[in-house]
């Protein structure tokens, strides 16, 4: 006996026309196979048009370099330092930026008060603070998860700002009306309505992090990935560069994938769609013109014509 569907509608059948996940897999990997073939390409046969590949090492040298790294300590340890960084900072920009992007949506108070030094605080970009996070901190860790935590904050705090303020008001009016209090809005509403413009933001905010923290690392860090990468270039090891920059990014990748993860499980009741070509609609063809009925007049007319064209 089949099991009858789900009421819920959780049941998801792929839509027509669309790729399994092996196929889109297949494709992506497909694609950065391509883009290494390329790469190997431009850089083993010297090609200089315009662009000068024969500067850049080949895939072979910069997957050379990589074993060497991963083989020795220094390698990790830049990771660790560059992850627990990250982390940290971001966190804390999660938190507070959640909260005061609330706090200034909700409340005119606040936003008279925060919004103004808000507002000219965001425009500066993140790195320019280093030299307020050296004056600042006693210490070059303590400056960098600054600079990361600022770096994520304000993208946090708009998204979550404008999230906010585009509830309906109906959702509240509901709630209240059944007796529930401010913190109980807060809680059934609030939260739940801004969890997709709040997970946008988050997402944002922590590839941002990452371009700040590795370039605070390349002015005043002691370890980690941004920190080793400028030391290879000062000595003009460029695989040691490539895989710097390899790390980075896959490290970045990473990160933004176990946002965006979150936010689909903690967003799982909204409705998902999936991407499907839609074919053209066809321009219907013109109908043929009814004939017209052959009255008694008419076959009257005709054999008239034809007695005269005989004649």
Same mark, same amino acid.
């Given at each position: 006996?089949?099991?009858?569907?789900?009421?819920?509608?959780?049941?998801? @059948?792929?839509?027509?026309?669309?790729?399994?996940?092996? $196929?889109? &897999?297949?494709?992506?990997?497909?694609?950065?196979?391509?883009?290494? @073939? #390329?790469?190997? #390409?431009? @850089?083993?046969?010297?090609?200089?048009?315009?662009?000068?590949?024969?500067?850049?090492?080949?895939? $072979?040298?910069?997957?050379?370099?990589?074993?060497?790294?991963?083989?020795?300590?220094?390698?990790?340890?830049?990771?660790?330092?560059? #992850?627990? %960084?990250?982390?940290?900072?971001?966190?804390?920009?999660?938190?507070?930026?959640?909260?005061?992007?609330?706090?200034?949506?909700?409340?005119?108070?606040?936003?008279?008060?925060?919004?103004?030094? #808000?507002?000219?605080?965001?425009?500066?970009?993140?790195?320019?603070?280093?030299?307020?996070?050296?004056?600042?901190?006693?210490?070059?860790?303590?400056?960098? =998860?600054?600079?990361?935590?600022?770096?994520?904050?304000?993208?946090?705090?708009?998204?979550?700002?404008?999230?906010?303020?585009?509830?309906?008001?109906? /959702?509240?009016?509901?709630?209240? $009306?059944?007796?529930?209090?401010?913190?109980?809005?807060?809680?059934?509403?609030?939260?739940?309505?801004?969890?997709?413009?709040?997970?946008?933001?988050?997402?944002?905010?922590?590839? =941002?992090?990452?371009?700040?923290?590795?370039?605070?690392?390349?002015?005043?860090?002691? &370890?980690?990935?941004?920190? %080793? $990468?400028?030391?290879?270039?000062?000595?003009?090891? &460029?695989?040691? =560069?490539?895989?710097?920059?390899?790390?980075?990014?896959?490290?970045?990748?990473? @990160?933004?994938?176990?946002?965006?993860?979150?936010?689909?499980?903690?967003?799982? /009741?909204?409705?998902?769609?999936? &991407?499907?070509?839609?074919?053209?609609? %066809?321009?219907?063809?013109?109908?043929?013109?009814?004939?017209?009925?052959?009255?008694?007049?008419?076959?009257?007319?005709?054999?008239?014509?034809?007695?005269?064209?005989?004649?």
């Amino acid at each position: 006996m089949s099991r009858p569907a789900k009421a819920d509608g959780r049941r998801r @059948t792929r839509a027509p026309g669309s790729r399994p996940p092996a $196929t889109r &897999y297949a494709l992506r990997a497909l694609s950065l196979v391509g883009a290494l @073939t #390329l790469w190997q #390409l431009l @850089t083993s046969l010297d090609v200089d048009v315009w662009l000068r590949f024969s500067q850049f090492p080949t895939v $072979t040298d910069v997957g050379h370099a990589f074993a060497d790294r991963i083989s020795g300590p220094d390698y990790w340890t830049d990771l660790t330092d560059s #992850l627990t %960084r990250i982390l940290t900072g971001f966190l804390l920009a999660a938190v507070l930026g959640v909260a005061v992007g609330i706090l200034v949506a909700r409340s005119r108070l606040a936003e008279d008060l925060l919004g103004p030094v #808000l507002e000219v605080v965001r425009p500066i970009p993140a790195i320019a603070l280093v030299p307020v996070a050296i004056l600042l901190f006693p210490s070059n860790e303590q400056g960098i =998860v600054f600079i990361t935590f600022t770096a994520a904050f304000f993208p946090v705090l708009v998204s979550t700002r404008h999230a906010v303020r585009a509830l309906t008001p109906v /959702w509240e009016e509901a709630v209240r $009306t059944m007796g529930g209090g401010r913190w109980r809005v807060l809680a059934s509403v609030v939260l739940p309505g801004a969890l997709p413009g709040i997970f946008g933001g988050l997402s944002v905010g922590i590839g =941002v992090s990452w371009i700040c923290v590795i370039s605070a690392e390349m002015i005043s860090g002691q &370890y980690g990935v941004g920190y %080793r $990468t400028w030391q290879d270039y000062t000595v003009v090891d &460029y695989p040691g =560069v490539f895989v710097g920059m390899a790390t980075i990014g896959v490290l970045g990748w990473l @990160t933004s994938t176990a946002v965006e993860l979150v936010g689909r499980r903690l967003t799982h /009741w909204l409705p998902r769609t999936s &991407y499907a070509p839609v074919p053209r609609p %066809r321009a219907p063809r013109a109908a043929a013109a009814p004939a017209a009925p052959v009255t008694a007049t008419a076959t009257a007319k005709a054999e008239e014509a034809r007695d005269e064209h005989l004649v």
